[in-house]
């Protein structure tokens, strides 16, 4: 099948390309930008006049529920709903059940992936076995079958002499290490941020430091095994000053955040909002601008939808009582478009967050698209709004926070290895 | 984004009753204003009224507490309902029903009150965002989050003694941080305009960032005390002890016990109060809570007129806005 | 009829002598006056200043007893009811500005049981206006006025005490 992509506004960071160019593809991959390969004949021309064209998305953390949570969420249904929103590829996170800390559990994701046909299914690998924080997986084993990365999820990694060893080990397999920081003891039975509204309704508190000393003893630990780092999921201005500071001194640390806490604060949670019940928590205004502008200062690389699909009963409960967590995968470039429509990204920082760079923390040929890399492509319309309605949401996960929200983009194609997975023609 | 407040009907008057906050002065007064007109009920030979005759108010304790149980019941009683105590253990809901089920139980056996208590802050929220719309919810007490009948019984206390808030200093001392009855109090106080809020206690039981909900903290009992009228011994939980929070009772009792020599520094006629029950010696000196001060027991006897006064307002917001000449003329 | 020109001090002066007479043609039982607040317990004031016996007066708020309760609500401010004295087997005067339908009274007597059993009842009322709905009758009554549907007779004060009638609307 080839695809000539008309009139777009192609926007490809890796290449530092932000301009109207035709883009070509045939059998799976790019041929061409700007101009046709000789002899190129498109089986099938797409207009794109008016419209954005960037590089399929790259989801840095991600639940699909399967296997184990059917009843939450299905391989086939969230990726449904990730390439209504542009993305090609998600990382997800292994706390899965069983657990993905060997490979027949990553075998039967790659099958179900397989079966579906849709977006890539890149996942990360238990870092220990049950994510007990104890005992190491055969990490080179689970990276021989495809996996990409090892994460201990959101489980406790609170022995320092156990996370040092994983380290040590990952990198002798040469792979990344996702650590979600977030330190167990000070979080004790924490369920919003430690701060005046969660002492209003009586809520228990996650301190700052509870992110920061976990991160802050992350980033040692990379300094001492020499393990590359990413960390997933960062919500505190306090992390974002150690993690600068790492960088300065030439550590190769990568970070990313959820998309949720981009758009809200911890004051959403008032009227005990289970649909605002985040782990980790929703911070304050202050570290909301803190991540937007970690963001545009490229100490934060990536944005991730940090999707947690949920049944309705998980939200219906008191709020300690209440899952944490938020459908968020598609939305993801609708919501981060907002951003770039209220002026706290620019357009091509906005996009690189959400394809070259967090591609290349886990796979670098992907989210770009130059000739002779594989054809994920993401084409949408910035100008046509969008009304978020939970009812009509394509994830299993009704559990937006976002109900109601207008997004200023929609997507129109999405196209994986050069097939056309997603239209809304 | 702005909620409409679920505790009010379109009416502006009470549906339910589940926090402080969120509710005006006016209210507030109005709350105490009935809770008088109540009080003397149990005096008579006959201790009810047939307000709420053939009405059903279910008890729904999810934590135990035979003290709120009773007096819950008690004013129901006085007021004609029918009363079902239900005791559900938190054990017996996680093995299986969920709480929304338990509701959705309750309300087939057409109840028309929920009184509810329960571990966890925002349970009574909840469940008035999932009753029926003729079934009005009390809250008697949620996680750390709100106690407000507490907190209305104890400003009864006070107005009997005190009744101009405005010039009032008051401290609340003890376990702020997982209190619900503290919280309650201060939005009350700072609703009724309270001159000064105080919270005295150590900094482990202090909550982050309470400042912004009124008070000014203090960590030395008798610097706390100082000159103020109305002192409030918060109870202390024996798991909070021997912990991260406290050493020991001894060093407790010794810091932030009340003892009478610690209550000279407050106003000669400062009252002394207890949400009960007393642990002596360790949060309170028994010289002091059976002294001339103390006003414990009044705290007990005015619970029942205040859960009588938000049950009768609760119940009858339900009816359609009077008009005066109904009023005025049976 | 024109209620302002009725003399409220006659009528009043009137039902205080019938009360004294009562009293009197009831003598082992020890008297007492009782007031339905608010009107009720003007007019009980009123009638006591003008009395040749010494008698005790209470007030009695009847909101928390009356039937319309799950129609109309609380009433705002219900001051509460004081009733000084024991009500075992005295002689109760209740008194009320307006007897209409009935029911304030059904009311008053249910309250006045759960204080105790009375001897008797005596009721005294300012006027009575008709529309009864339930079988009550007023022992001692100022004056009889026939109203037309939907208008309504209203007693202001404490001072000065003063009747109107209102159309209502």
Known sequence: MKFSIRNGHLVDPANQVDGVRDLYVADGYVVGVGKAPDGFTADREIDAGGQVVCPGLVDLSVRLRE???????????????????GITSVCCQPDTKPVLDNPAVAELIHQRALNNDLCRILPLAALTQGLAGQTLTDMNALKEIGCIGVSNANADMNNAEVLRRALEYASSCNLTVHLFCEDPCLKNDGVVHEGALGTRLGLPGIPATAETLSVSRALLLACQTGARVHLSRITC????????????????????????????????????NTQCHLDPPLRTETDRLALLQALSDGVIQAICSDHQPHDNDAKAAPFSLSEPGASTIEHLLGLVMKLV??????????????????????????????????????????????????????SAGKNTPFDGWELPATVTHTLIDGRLVYTVD | MTHANIQLDENGHLKHFL?????????????????????????????????????????????????????????????????????????????????????QTLEAMHCDMFVVRHANSGAAHFIAGKVAPHISVINGGDGRHSHPTQAMLDMFTIQQHKPDFTRLKVAIVGDILHSRVARSEIHALATLGAEEIRVIGPKTLIPTDIEAMGPRVFHNLEQGLEDVDVVIMLRLQNERMCSALLPSEHEYFHLYGLTEKKLANA?????????????????????????????????????????MAVMAMTMGSLADTPTLESRDEV | MDVSKLSLDDLISDMAARVDERIRSFAEQTPVMVGIHTGGLWIAAAMRE????????????????????????????????????????????????????????????????DYGRPARITLAVLIDRGGRELPMHADICGKTLSLKAGEHVKLSGPEPLALVVKENG
């Open chain 1, 67 to 85: 296997p184990g949570q059917e009843h939450k969420a299905t391989i086939a249904s969230e990726l449904d709903a990730a390439v209504s929103s």
């Open chain 1, 237 to 272: 201005a306090g992390s974002i000053d150690l993690i600068a500071r790492a960088r300065d001194h030439g550590l190769p640390v990568s970070a990313d955040t959820g998309i949720c806490h981009l758009h809200l604060n911890d004051t959403e949670v008032d009227n005990f």
């Open chain 1, 341 to 394: 429509r209220e002026e706290y990204l620019t357009l091509v920082d906005a996009i690189a967050a959400l394809t070259h760079h967090p591609a290349a923390i886990v796979m670098p040929d992907l989210g770009r698209l130059d000739v002779d890399r594989p054809a994920d492509v993401c084409i949408f319309h910035p100008g046509k709004t969008f009304t978020i309605d939970r009812r009509s949401m394509i």
């Open chain 2, 19 to 103: 926090s402080i906050y969120g509710l005006d002065r006016g209210l507030l007064l109005s709350i105490l204003d009935h809770a008088r007109s109540f009080a003397g009920v149990g005096d008579r030979a006959v201790k009810k009224v047939p307000l709420l005759r053939g009405k059903t108010i279910v008890n729904l304790f999810f934590e135990p507490s035979t003290r709120t149980r009773t007096t819950f019941e008690l004013a129901a009683k006085r007021l004609s309902a029918d009363v079902l105590n239900i005791n559900i253990s938190t054990s017996a809901t996680k093995k299986g029903e969920s709480l929304f089920d338990t509701l």
């Open chain 2, 267 to 307: 106003r000669a006629d400062a009252i002394v109060m207890h949400p009960g029950p007393i642990n002596r010696g360790i949060e309170i000196d028994s010289s002091v809570a059976d002294g001339r001060q103390s006003v414990i027991l009044q705290q007990v006897s005015h619970g029942i007129a205040v859960r």
């Open chain 3, 50 to 113: 003008r009395m040749q016996t010494e008698i005790p007066l209470g007030e009695l708020n009847i909101a928390f007893y009356r039937d319309d309760f799950s129609r109309i609500g609380m009433h705002p401010h219900v001051s509460p009811s004081n009733l000084p004295f024991e009500v075992e087997d005295r002689h109760i005067i209740l008194v009320d500005d307006v007897l209409y339908t009935g029911r304030t009274i059904r009311a008053a007597m249910n309250e006045l049981f």
